[in-house]
């Protein structure tokens, strides 16, 4: 089936450092999802892309919608420790059931 | 607004058991998915719904049963559970006309 390699698997960074992470596909979507998931917790849904070329910020992150609709990343500017947890990008091929993919996740810690 | 409920959260069971885990969402979305989440192995697809009393399989059915009685609830079966069964499980759902989905907090199961 369709696979999203997400990179890097995990970073371990300073406080107030910038984060950057992507997604790339060798299918094309039309979606471009990003979560986040806190321990324990669920995935929780961060920004959501829908037209290649789309750069939308939400506070501190902003994400990109690759030109080639295959890529996708994010960024986090100057990280603070609740930004510590899972990183999950996802592609979606259309709206409906199962078309979502999910990469394996970054796993992002902080030192203070 | 509680979202995605999803119960328990947490099992621990011996290997031949059965269980069933509940999920149950009051946003009225059409469709219902459940993940496991294995480490290493990002979030993969079990089964999934479209809609009340229709399921489908997903990448990894085997050894899962699912029903969805009621368009609110999505029940996810273990008939005899196996080690490999161990993993923290998942519920989603999503509606017709957004991709974005919205998780449940998990349920953490055991098999010994």
């Known amino acids: 089936g369709q696979q999203l390699n997400q990179s890097p698997q995990s970073m371990f960074i300073q406080e107030g450092e910038d984060v950057s992470m992507n997604c790339t596909s060798s299918s094309i979507f039309n979606t471009w999802l990003w979560y986040k998931q806190d321990p324990g917790e669920g995935p929780v849904l961060l920004i959501a892309l829908y037209k290649a070329g789309e750069l939308t910020s939400n506070g501190r992150l902003t994400a990109q919608f690759g030109i080639t609709r295959k890529d996708s990343f994010l960024n986090i500017s100057a990280s603070i420790p609740s930004d510590v947890g899972i990183y999950f990008c996802?592609?979606?091929?259309?709206?409906?059931?199962?078309?979502?993919?999910f990469g394996q996740g970054t796993r992002l810690t902080i030192n203070p | 607004n509680a979202g995605v409920t999803q119960t328990p959260k947490f099992r621990v069971l011996k290997t031949g058991q059965s269980m069933t885990l509940l999920c149950a969402q009051d946003m009225n979305h059409e469709y219902m998915y459940w993940y496991r989440q294995d480490p290493g192995m990002g979030l993969r697809l079990i089964h999934y719904s479209v809609g009340e009393g229709t399921t489908a399989k997903g990448e990894v059915p085997d050894g899962y049963n699912v029903s969805r009685l009621k368009k609110q609830n999505f029940l996810l079966g273990l008939e005899s559970a196996a080690p490999s069964q161990t993993s923290v499980y998942f519920c989603?759902?999503?509606?017709?006309?957004?991709?974005?989905?919205?998780f449940g907090s998990g349920t953490r199961l055991t098999v010994v």
């Open positions: 996802a592609g979606q091929l259309g709206l409906g059931a199962q078309k979502l993919v």
């Open positions: 989603a759902s999503s509606d017709r006309d957004r991709g974005s989905y919205t």
